[in-house]
């Protein structure tokens, strides 16, 4: 049963290997999540496991979220994250899931929210060349031209051009898992994930 966790970046730091190689890798704080409901074929079409994360106060959710959790005995969280599966038989409500799922030397792949970086110009966002700094130049970093004249008489949609940059939702696949600690819930994985401190992560075997 291929059932993901949710967690929280922490941070980067390195380690060193047996022969002194220094590893850059992201330490993320992964669950314990609790399973809050789970989705048959018969049901809803299809099979899921949905699980919850991070504790919070009752009085923060509705009464719809409430009651949603009470079926599974759960206490209030913020996050919930439903994974599909094709295969349910060890899956039950209430069951606890922890970075006990994972392994040293498994690979995982890790979906998070990008760092959002606002509104940003071409160069910022596409890395193209700024226009001459002097001798009259008014084209520091501008645009430029967008290539369109009488005909088409219109800007193809895609062209690259400025605007907002980050703040979307990227997977990095096929990270390998470098040191587990079960009783800090901590998990070290070799390289960088999406986003800043403290974003949600999803975390699944790949």
Known sequence: MNIGILGTKLGM???????GLAIPVTIIKAGPCKIT???TLE???????????????????NKAKLGHLKKSNSSPVKYLKEYKNTSLQSASLGTIISVNLFNIGDTVSITGKTTGKG???TIKKHNFTRGPM?????????????GM??????????????????????????LPIIITNPESNLLVIKGAVPGK????LSIKKS
Request: glycine share 16%; net charge positive.
């Open 43 to 61: 049901t809803d079409g299809y099979n899921s496991v949905q699980i919850g994360y991070y504790d919070i106060k009752s009085s923060v959710l």
């Open 149 to 174: 004249g009488t005909t088409p008489g219109r800007v193809y949609p895609g062209k690259k051009m400025a605007g907002r940059l980050g703040g979307k939702q990227r997977t990095i696949k096929n």
């Open 119 to 121: 509104f940003a110009g």
């Open 37 to 39: 409901q789970i989705k």
């Open 134 to 146: 002097t001798h009259g130049s008014k084209n520091h970093r501008e645009p430029g031209s967008i």
């Open 197 to 200: 401190v403290g974003n949600l």
């Open 13 to 19: 730091t390195q380690v060193f290997d047996s022969s």
